[in-house]
């Protein structure tokens, strides 16, 4: 049944990846379907820049999405100044700040619009978990992510700096999921919950006695296409693809270190993607001898990175912390496998259909264990073929349409949970 939903996403952008285009597939999904209201603040690099999501609206207007743009305070744009400047951490106040006038802006709204139901969509981190409860309507959260912490075993491996950068993130991931009140507050008040990863899902239950949705916050709304040309030249060459920035979390080091010490040549490793460790990298690269080996091709448009996707044989992932990266389900979506650590959201979504997991371990163990991997799969390609047709049949479980499926089965609990506990109290709220 068609609804009227208000959204808050604070960025989205049709162009983008990563948080912006989860925003934006679920936005532009639920349009086919319903009405929607979508408040929103910022489109580009920072707080308040909307020029491209404004510019596409204007040449791309669709009937059924009302974007209401909520610009950020002066209190709330000088503090995200320390943001801009490399102090994230003062990101959360600033975002705190604007929700406030999301607040707001959400209240006008329902004042002329009898709206259904309410998704405090993004972004999926727990800390700032929004204020639209407060419009006491029927209200969905998630998905929600950034619950995990960094396992020891990666904190060894990180310059000092880093170590004590995660280090902090962990105690202070400890110290909200277990004695923030308003985090607690929060996730008492809506009534329906989704988690992005199994783990998270895990730790709603156990910190806050309260059932979940699992659903990743990304998936797959392009069609799904077959390259079988590139299958015919494995003999000669695989090409392999590792795309993220190039920053210490996504780990672009052990798959420079695993395909260094592999024993066979017929490879070559295209790196999308930019980021203050590029020059580190490169030079670790050459020192390593793989010049000839490794293409470092930088932060190219959409389009051309999606080609060189489409045209790998297998996609590696090193990331050390992630909720669900964008980037394995545009693999998944070209039939191309993903080679990756067996933990967080890249546990829960590849399987062995769809790609292969090194088990958590040591990191000299996952490195053999990777090295291993990679030497059995250029010795006998034949298995990234079988992989590329398996892949492409997982790719259809991440489509669109079985996610609307789930998210209108998610909106219509959502108003049966707050009708009851409208009638009964908060007390007897019978959750999903």
């Known amino acids: 049944m068609k609804k009227k939903i208000l959204i808050s996403a604070y960025a989205i952008s049709p162009v983008r990846g990563s948080e912006y285009a989860a925003a934006w597939n679920t936005v532009i999904n639920l349009a086919d379907q319903h009405e929607l209201w979508v408040i929103y603040g910022m489109s580009d690099d920072h707080m308040g ?12 207007p669709c009937s059924s999405i009302k974007f209401i743009k909520v610009q950020a305070g002066i209190i709330a744009n000088t503090i995200n100044l320390l943001n801009k400047a490399g102090l994230g951490w003062f990101f959360y106040l600033a975002y705190y700040l604007w929700q406030k006038k999301a607040l707001k802006a959400a209240q006008q709204i329902i004042k002329t619009a009898d709206i259904d139901v309410v998704h405090q969509l993004g972004p999926i981190g727990f800390r700032e978990p929004g204020l639209l409860a407060k419009l006491g309507k029927p209200i ?18 990180l310059p000092l700096i880093d170590k004590i950068k995660y280090s902090l993130k962990n105690y202070i991931n400890r110290y909200q999921l277990g004695y923030s009140p308003r985090i607690k507050r929060a996730f008492q008040d809506v009534d329906v919950l989704i988690a992005a990863t199994l783990t998270g899902k895990q730790t709603i239950s156990t910190r806050f006695a309260r059932e979940s949705y699992y659903l990743p916050e990304q998936g797959i709304s392009s069609n799904i296409t077959t390259c079988l040309d590139k299958l015919n030249n494995m003999q000669k060459q695989v090409r392999f693809v590792w795309s993220g920035s190039l920053i210490r979390r996504k780990n672009l080091k052990m798959c420079l270190d695993a395909l260094s010490t592999i024993k066979q040549s017929g490879w070559r490793l295209d790196v999308l993607g930019d980021g203050p460790l590029r020059k580190e990298l490169e030079k670790f690269s050459f020192e390593k001898g793989l010049t000839n080996k490794v293409f470092f091709l930088g ?21 050390i912390a992630e909720d669900n990266p964008a980037v394995i389900f545009e693999a998944m979506a070209n039939g191309v496998p993903t080679l990756t650590i067996d933990h967080c959201g890249m546990s829960d979504v590849i399987c062995c259909k769809c790609g292969v997991k090194i088990p958590l371990d040591d990191h000299d163990k996952m490195l053999q264990k990777m090295t291993l991997v990679l030497d059995i799969l250029l010795s006998n390609t034949k298995i990234l073929t079988d992989l590329h047709q398996t892949t492409l049949i997982c790719a259809e479980e991440h489509k669109w349409l079985k996610r609307l499926e789930l998210l209108n089965g998610i909106y219509d609990e959502a108003i049966a949970v707050h009708g009851r506990h409208t009638i009964y109290g908060k007390k007897n709220k019978k959750v999903v």
């Open 49 to 60: 820049q909307t020029k491209t999501l404004e510019s596409y609206i204007a040449n791309n």
């Open 140 to 157: 969905v959260w998630g998905p929600i992510g950034g619950m995990k912490l960094m396992e020891k075993r990666f904190l060894l491996e």
């Open 299 to 319: 932060h190219i448009p959409r389009q051309e990175a999606i080609r060189v996707m489409a045209n790998a044989h297998l996609h590696i992932m090193t990331s």
